[in-house]
């Protein structure tokens, strides 16, 4: 209508969007045919006639049924609706009304009313080939004409045609929507009556979505295997549930099983059981009643006056009534009321039933995340169940479901029991879950696979109570605040603070409020929101702040300008930088010393390691399980997904700079998951691969293959290269996109045990005269044949982790790192808002002005299609974003509308250690500049929210500063 196409026309473009949307769907189902049979059919391959090996793709696409797979009227699984005009319709619909008016089959009008088909009216009968003979389809004829008569119609306001249409469609409008001024309020009257988008749209549902019982085993497989765990290593009663899931059973003997995918909190008074039971008639007479015996007695002892003959007939008349409370009940009820204000919260866990029955009063197992059925099954009884006294288990607790509720929009329905397919509403599991989590009947199975939210938290906030004694009220509506929003997320630092961290200015402030008025119910008061930065390295720039291009030796100079910088790297006895950006650091005892290069990541590589930090932290545990000797089970998912980073990195990392260095990999970092690596380029040390789970396999089954022993202090270098990335030298926030190389590792002495503890310790003795000693080098290099010695020495490393050597060797690679870092160009890297603005065209100037004001930078702009209406898609730093929306609509005078998600980390182009030196440089950057340095502005603002040292003029009092005369 807004493009004002004829039906026609309006044909013509669904056509044309039903087209696009099955070449995306057929070219999806293609590509996981394909997939699925090369996994099957590895020898597919065929000789072409230049002699090549080619693999046949189109093997198996021709048996693989599509013929439900397309989006098409005939089939049903279509509906054109206007929601905001209220109506919609499906094929079906108008098959059965004409097939009663033109008394034709619906079976054929079904198949006809979409396509190529006309009505020809001579014979009455439908005809193929409407558009090579210029005749309007069906669809147009029959559905499309009309809807667009009944627009015209009512837009024009002809009251007879209007009372004419309501009389032929049955249909009756109240007198308000009949003379509303708006004609839209009329046609949604009508058309909510003749063609409701509700019912279109449910028999939808209940015709085409596919049945509980539809459920794939593959699907069910990856909902019981959480983590590294595979499906085939899980208990043989853990196995058998998975028919449970497969046939959706709600016989008695099934298992319950339901995962609660969230917990919603709710006004206590609007439970279904809290909600008070309409009067009767009788009631309503009695209490009237009542209240005219009340006033008649309270005039009469107004007339007596006397206050105790008034006080004995207003206890008498509590007494006799029915539904009255003495004394001792009103206290009662007093005491419950209070009890209730307290407690007017209650949390309802949203969930679905995957089998079984849920019945009110049940008693089931809640299972947590890391909930391991192999344990479980082990410490219980066979055929116990959860009303049983069972011994402690981790990670499994027992409870009692309270009430089980249907979901109805705002309001609940109590019911007794809910069968399987269902989802529903469960009151009892708030101090069992906290976000989500699995509830069963049976201790054998695992806990499903936790849901994942696109929205990452990224503003945080330090929340204190205004009185200090509130801070058990402020504890547990923080508690609650965490369990009702999945998006926020509550901690405890160090200091000790409680911190908020939420996805936004908005959300912040809406979490506050709910903290404030619902959750905690007190004053708070709140910090300003602080903002996240991370650190990097880049390489040398082409161009200086002021964008013109630098020559060769100023390139030399930027490059170390650090190294001439007393300032920042103090070279000493213990610490040496060479030209090349090599840093050698000695420990204060001089027995060991370490050199250390940074350099910048490829940006891809730093985000697949940040996109992938689940697959690293799975690896390793996978590592660690391998050194403490452990079997553990890795699904064959993880395995591949392992190997799938393992080559994405070899395929990023190219070059005669990055050679061997995936192999070379000592670890991740920080938090041994994050998106910085550390190399091992140590010559003489041939550590276990950090991949060797993907290889463990193929080694073991070879003879004469001897595993690398790990050297003595390996866990201090990494621990140090931890500490090291997870506060940076600019303003101690985590690094990112860095590579630390080891290229030079001495020892000096081996971690030797206390002497006391080597009086009697034979073991210590024998493996101290296995050792040779090299009188060539001045490091001590132990070899040994036997086992012994090879055990020791990794104990050694591990297990003397706090001994002073390893100390002041953790120490000093931390140190190394930083001033390896600060060896190269240093830079800011600031959380970026994807920001999705809608403007209409006489307000796009000023959105670009708000825009360029807060260093934002428009990637997108577009109109959209048959409107005025401009969608700018544009990239806002978050740190700018505070007071961005309310801004942006006083500029625009609420024309315009903003969404902003958090979307990555983006390098400051600006170095903030750089000073001007030229008079152009100094009239751009300088005191009194036009512009100032971004990044440094950053970087002192949040070294000054630490308490670290900030390198600024702080001038105080200045009219006092120079001499002031008086005129006399």
């Not at 807004?2 to 309006?10: D, V």
């Not at 030196?917 to 603002?941: F, I, P, R, V, W």
Request: hydrophobic share 35%.
């Amino acid at each position: 209508m807004e493009l004002k196409f004829t039906p026609q026309e309006a044909y013509a473009h669904l056509q044309k969007i039903m087209e696009k949307v099955n070449a995306v769907t057929g070219t999806l189902f293609t590509s996981r045919v394909m997939e699925g049979q090369a996994e099957k059919n590895k020898d597919n391959w065929t000789e072409a006639p230049n002699g090549d090996q080619v693999y046949d793709w189109s093997a198996g696409l021709e048996e693989v049924d599509d013929s439900h797979l397309y989006f098409a009227p005939d089939q049903g699984n279509v509906v054109f609706a206007s929601a905001i005009d209220g109506w919609g319709l499906s094929i079906q619909h108008f098959a059965q009304i004409y097939s009663e008016k033109m008394g034709i089959n619906p079976l054929v009008l079904r198949k006809t009313l979409w396509g190529d088909f006309y009505l020809n009216a001579k014979v009455k009968k439908i005809m193929k080939g409407a558009q090579s003979k210029g005749k309007k389809p069906l669809f147009v004829q029959l559905v499309l004409d009309n809807i667009w008569n009944l627009y015209e119609v009512v837009t024009r306001r002809d009251k007879e045609k209007v009372e004419k249409v309501l009389t032929s469609l049955g249909i009756k409008v109240t007198a308000r929507d009949f003379r509303h001024s708006d004609p839209k309020v009329l046609l949604s009257a009508i058309c909510s009556q003749w063609l409701p988008v509700s019912n279109a749209v449910l028999s939808m549902v209940c015709n085409k979505l596919p049945s509980p019982l539809d459920i794939t085993a593959e699907k069910v497989e990856k909902l019981m295997s959480v983590g590294v765990r595979q499906f085939d290593t899980l208990p043989e009663r853990t196995q058998e549930l998975k028919n449970a899931l497969l046939k959706c059973s709600s016989d008695g003997d099934a298992p319950v099983i339901v995962f609660v995918s969230k917990m919603f909190a709710v006004e206590t008074k609007t439970l279904p059981q809290n909600k008070q039971r309409p009067l009767t008639q009788a009631e309503i007479a009695e209490r009237s009643d009542l209240a005219r015996q009340r006033h008649a007695e309270r005039m009469a002892a107004r007339q007596v006056g006397t206050l105790k003959q008034l006080n004995h007939s207003l206890d008498a008349c509590l007494d006799v009534h029915p539904g009255g409370l003495c004394k001792n009940e009103m206290g009662n009820q007093l005491l419950k009321d209070a009890k209730s204000e307290a407690q007017n919260e209650t949390f309802i866990a949203f969930g679905r039933v995957y089998s079984g029955v849920v019945k009110k009063g049940q008693r089931i197992f809640i299972l947590g995340p890391k909930y391991d059925p192999a344990q479980g099954l082990t410490m219980l009884p066979e055929q116990c169940n959860a009303s049983d006294s069972l011994p402690a288990v981790p990670y499994l607790s027992c409870c009692s479901i309270e009430n089980v509720y249907l979901l109805m929009g705002r309001e609940l329905k109590e019911l007794e029991e809910v069968p399987s397919g269902n989802v529903l509403g469960i009151k009892g599991l708030e101090e069992f879950i906290f976000k989500s989590g699995t509830i069963s009947s049976t201790p054998a199975c695992p806990s499903f696979t936790p849901l994942n939210y696109d929205a990452s938290p990224i503003v945080r906030v330090a929340v204190e109570p205004k009185h200090p004694g509130e801070m058990p009220k402020l504890v547990h509506g923080m508690r609650m605040l965490n369990q009702a929003d999945p998006c926020a997320e509550v901690l405890i630092q160090e200091t000790g603070e409680h911190v908020l961290i939420t996805a936004g200015e908005v959300h912040l402030q809406r979490c506050l409020d709910d903290l404030k008025d619902r959750f905690a119910k007190i004053e708070i008061s709140a910090s300003k929101p602080v903002i996240p930065f991370r650190e990097t390295v880049v390489r040398p720039p082409k161009v200086d702040m002021v964008n013109e291009e630098l020559g060769k030796q100023e390139k030399v100079a930027v490059i170390h300008q650090v190294k001439d910088d007393g300032s920042r790297i103090r070279s000493s006895e213990t610490l040496h930088v060479d030209r090349s950006g090599l840093v050698t650091i000695t420990t204060p005892n001089k027995r060991a010393s370490v050199s250390v290069r940074a350099i910048p990541l490829p940006h891809d590589v730093t985000l697949l390691l940040e996109e992938n930090s689940s697959v690293i932290r799975t690896l390793e545990q996978v590592n660690t399980s391998l050194r403490e000797g452990r079997n553990l089970d890795v699904s064959v998912r993880t395995l591949e997904a392992i190997e799938d980073l393992k080559i994405k990195l070899e395929h990023m990392l190219q070059g005669r700079k990055w050679r061997n260095a995936v192999h070379q990999i000592w670890a991740f970092g920080p938090r041994r998951c994050g998106p910085n690596i550390l190399l091992n380029k140590l010559e003489d040390y041939e550590r276990p691969s950090l991949w060797q789970c993907l290889c463990r396999e193929d080694k073991s089954g070879q003879d004469g293959v001897q595993t690398p022993i790990i050297r003595e202090f390996d866990n201090s270098i990494v621990s140090g290269f931890q500490l090291a990335t997870l506060s940076g030298p600019m303003c101690e926030e985590p690094l990112m996109g860095v590579c630390f190389s080891i290229e030079r590792w001495d020892v000096q002495s081996l971690n030797l045990p206390h002497q006391n503890d080597l009086e009697g310790s034979s073991k210590f003795q024998e493996d101290l005269e296995e050792c040779r000693v090299s009188k060539t080098s001045d490091t001590l290099d132990v070899t040994s044949s036997q086992q012994s010695q090879a055990k020791y020495r990794e104990e050694t490393s591990t297990g003397n982790c706090y001994s002073p050597v390893s100390g002041q060797l953790i120490a000093a690679v931390k140190e190394a790192c930083r001033h390896a870092f600060q060896a190269q160009p240093q830079r800011l890297m600031a959380a970026m808002y994807t920001c999705e603005i809608m403007a209409t065209a006489e307000v796009l100037g000023r959105v670009y002005a708000v825009l360029g004001k807060r260093e934002g930078r428009v990637v997108h702009e577009e109109m959209k299609e048959g409107t005025e209406i401009f969608i700018i898609k544009a990239i806002l730093p978050v740190a700018e974003s505070f007071g961005f929306a309310d801004e942006i609509r006083k500029r625009t005078s609420g024309l315009a509308s903003l969404q902003m998600v958090f979307s990555h980390w983006q390098v400051v182009s600006s170095d903030p250690y750089w000073v001007p030196t030229t008079e152009e440089e100094y009239l751009h950057y300088g005191e009194k500049a036009d512009s100032s340095n971004q990044a440094l502005k950053y970087m002192n603002a949040v070294r000054r929210r630490k308490g670290l040292y900030v390198e600024e003029k702080i001038v105080q009092h200045a009219e006092k500063q120079r001499t002031l005369s008086k005129n006399k």
